[in-house]
C-alpha cells in the first residue's frame, strides 16, 4: 500500500512538473543586468529582452544589480529560485575571469545554466590617426620597430581589454606599457588627444569616434569581423592565427531550472534574435549577434574560462576593482 502511495506520490509531482512547464510563464520574468543602465549589457536587454517578452506572452523585466564589476547580479541569480522567473545577463568578467582571480560568492560553472551566448562585442585595436599605421600590417611592424616604448590604454586592470592586449604581447613578442583606466571613455579620449598611442576597447566604446575619423580602427581580436566595422580586419587574417578575445554577453538561469522551461527559453532567444529589428539594433550597437544552444553554450564558456586563466596566471594579472 505504502508503495502504491508513493509511485502515485511521484507520478503526482511529474505531472504537476510538466504541467508547470507547459504553462511556463505565467506572470512577468525578472531578467538580471548587473551593470547600471545606459551600458552595452543593459541595452543588450532592453533591446532583446522586449522582443523576447513577446515571444513568451510576459514582460521582461530590467533589474539592473550593479556592483563588483558584475559579480553582485551574478550572485543573485545564481541562488535564486529554479524556476524560470529569474533570468541573467551575465558577461566575460564575473563568470571566466574573476573566478581566477579571486574566490566568488558563486559557482560560475555549478550554479547557473547557460541558456545562450546572445552576442559578441569585439575588442577592437584603436589608433590615434597621426600615427603612421594604417594596416594591421604596418601596425605589426609599427609596434615591433617600437617595442617598449608604445603606451597603450585599457578599461582597467583585469578587464577583458587589458586581458586581450596581454595575450597580443604574449604572442607578438614585443612590450607596450598598460596605462589602465576606470572605463572605455577615458582611454578613448586619450588617444584622440595623443596622450596614449592606442587602446584596446570595445567596438560599442568606440564606433562613433571610428566613423567620426577621430579614431583609426586598425585590428579586431575576434575569430571573425565585426558585424558593425565589417572592413576591419581579424589580427587572425593578420597573421596571429587562432587569436581571439571577444568580450560577450549570455543568458542564464539559476541551476536545476527545469529542462522543458530552458528549452522554451532558448526556443524564444532564437527567434528574438532572428527578428531583423532586433539584428539590426544589436548590430548598430557594436555586438555580433550569435544565438547558440547550450551545449554550445557550454563548450564556449569552458573554452574562456581555459584561456583567460592561462593569461592571468602568465601575467601575475590581478583584479582592479
Known amino acids: 500500500m505504502k508503495r502504491r502511495l508513493a509511485l502515485g506520490a511521484v507520478l503526482v509531482l511529474a505531472l504537476c512538473g510538466g504541467a508547470s512547464a507547459q504553462t511556463y510563464p505565467t506572470k512577468p520574468i525578472k531578467l538580471v543586468v548587473p551593470f547600471t543602465p545606459g551600458g552595452v549589457t543593459d541595452n543588450i536587454g532592453r533591446v532583446f529582452g522586449e522582443r523576447m517578452g513577446r515571444e513568451l506572452g ?42 581566477h582571480m579571486m574566490k566568488v560568492p558563486y559557482d560560475p560553472v555549478n550554479d547557473l545554466i547557460p541558456i545562450s551566448l546572445i552576442a559578441t562585442n569585439d575588442v577592437v585595436i584603436v589608433m590615434n590617426p597621426k600615427l603612421p599605421p594604417r594596416t594591421a600590417a604596418e601596425f605589426l611592424a609599427y609596434v615591433k620597430a617600437n617595442s617598449g616604448k608604445l603606451q597603450y590604454g585599457s578599461s582597467g586592470i583585469g ?109 524564444a532567444t532564437k527567434i528574438s534574435l532572428a527578428d531583423p529589428d532586433v539584428r539590426q539594433k544589436l548590430i548598430d550597437g557594436g555586438n555580433n549577434i550569435v544565438g547558440s544552444n547550450t551545449p554550445e553554450f557550454t563548450a564556449f564558456l569552458a573554452t574562456e574560462s581555459k584561456k583567460w586563466g592561462t593569461v592571468i596566471r602568465a601575467g601575475n594579472i590581478k583584479l582592479d576593482e
Open 159 to 267: 578587464a577583458p581589454t587589458h586581458l586581450a592586449a596581454e595575450m597580443f604581447k604574449s604572442q607578438v613578442g614585443f612590450d607596450m606599457t598598460h596605462v589602465p583606466y576606470k572605463g572605455d571613455s577615458a582611454a578613448i579620449m586619450d588617444v584622440v588627444s595623443g596622450t596614449v598611442d592606442m587602446s584596446f576597447s570595445t567596438v560599442s566604446a568606440t564606433i562613433a569616434l571610428i566613423k567620426a575619423s577621430k579614431l583609426r580602427a586598425i585590428a579586431v581580436t575576434g575569430l571573425a569581423r565585426s558585424q558593425t566595422l565589417p572592413d576591419v580586419p581579424t589580427l587572425d587574417e593578420a597573421g596571429l592565427k587562432g587569436f581571439s578575445a571577444d568580450t560577450w554577453i549570455g543568458l542564464f538561469a539559476p541551476a536545476h531550472t527545469p529542462d522543458p522551461i530552458i528549452k522554451r527559453l532558448y526556443e
Open 58 to 99: 510576459q514582460p521582461l523585466v530590467i533589474d539592473n544589480r550593479a556592483g563588483a564589476n558584475g559579480r553582485i547580479g551574478t550572485d543573485l541569480v545564481a541562488k535564486s529560485a529554479p524556476d524560470g522567473y529569474t533570468l541573467l545577463l551575465g558577461g566575460i568578467g564575473a563568470l571566466t575571469i574573476h573566478p
